[in-house]
């Protein structure tokens, strides 16, 4: 269907030498061979067969990033504007051309677990054949864009927003860098948590401005708040209140961030001049 322009995947900057290589390299395999690793995308297990559409997982396409655990970590970085452009990319595409009738976005901060509540959809096969979902943040305007998209084509967005303590976030994020090589840097887990009801009165005002015939309904898409303060399934408390989405300033995140580091003895690492949860 025609590659990706290489002018829209913005460059990083990096100290390591090795970085800025491998920056290169997947920015120029991914602006040249598009239909080939999106295909690849579909052909990966978690992806059940193209349904489940997330950056994370869209990373696993390039070799180099998903050989070894050490290499998910060492050039998470660097592919990860790359993996983004192909996630849209291929929402978009899935969103124009395939038919499906509904879309579940799945979203929450850094360490909400939503890769595995999205996994656990699909394995205990509560998703339609005819419905997707998309894993992602709730920034604006890119989300705002996503949904109006959906919208336009027919089809039915809804909303799970996955709302965990902060404690529980970044107890989760110190398990997956463990895990799995994946970290995030401070300033990223304080803006996205903080920024959360914010964000979703954005997405509320620009669907409305979109779309005025939604005006008429409390809120202009239908969504559900998943509360939870442990992965255990059962203590999720569902809710319809924006207002549970309140966390306070970054600030006081930010305080409260280097609190619960200090109370959970968490160790600090220096990776490209940020740092990270260990």
Same mark, same amino acid.
């Given at each position: ?6 002018? *829209? ?14 920056? $290169? ?33 869209? !990373?696993?396409?390039?070799? /180099? ?28 595409? @899935? ?8 879309? *579940? ?10 890769? &595995?509540?999205?996994?656990?959809? &699909?394995? @205990? ?20 864009? !996503? ?11 809804? +909303? +799970? *927003? #996955?709302?965990?303590?902060?404690? #529980? ?6 398990? $997956?860098?463990?895990? @799995? %090589? ?6 990223? /887990? ?30 202009? +898409? ?9 992965? /255990? ?27 619960? /580091?200090?109370?959970?003895?968490? %160790? ?11």
């Amino acid at each position: 269907m025609g590659n990706i322009d290489k002018n *829209i995947i913005q460059l990083k900057e990096f100290n390591s030498l090795d970085l800025q290589r491998v920056q $290169r390299e997947i920015i120029q395999l991914t602006t040249t061979k598009t239909d080939e690793l999106l295909e690849k995308y579909i052909r990966h297990t978690s992806s059940h067969n193209g349904r489940y559409i997330n950056s994370d997982l869209m !990373k696993m396409v390039f070799e /180099v990033y998903a050989e070894s655990q050490e290499n998910r970590s060492k050039y998470n970085l660097a592919v990860t504007n790359s993996a983004a452009c192909l996630t849209s990319e291929f929402y978009q595409r @899935t969103i124009r051309d395939s038919g499906f009738k509904r879309c *579940i976005y799945v979203a929450g901060p850094y360490g909400a677990g939503k890769s &595995f509540f999205a996994q656990s959809l &699909f394995l @205990t096969e509560l998703i339609p054949e005819d419905t997707i979902v998309y894993e992602g943040s709730i920034t604006a305007p890119a989300f705002g864009e !996503k949904v109006e998209l959906a919208i336009k084509n027919n089809i039915e967005p809804e +909303i +799970i *927003i #996955l709302n965990p303590t902060l404690e #529980l976030s970044l107890n989760n994020i110190r398990q $997956r860098a463990i895990e @799995t %090589g994946r970290d995030v840097i401070k300033s990223e /887990v304080v803006e996205k948590y903080a920024d959360m009801y914010s964000n979703i009165e954005k997405l509320f005002t620009y669907l409305n401005s979109s779309f005025p015939e939604l005006q008429t309904r409390p809120y202009p +898409i239908s969504f559900q708040i998943y509360n939870k303060s442990s992965n /255990v399934p059962e203590d999720l408390n569902v809710s319809y209140d924006i207002q549970d989405l309140q966390h306070g300033t970054r600030q006081s995140i930010s305080e409260r961030y280097d609190s619960i /580091v200090k109370q959970l003895n968490i %160790g600090f690492v220096e990776k490209e001049d940020e740092r990270t949860l260990l």
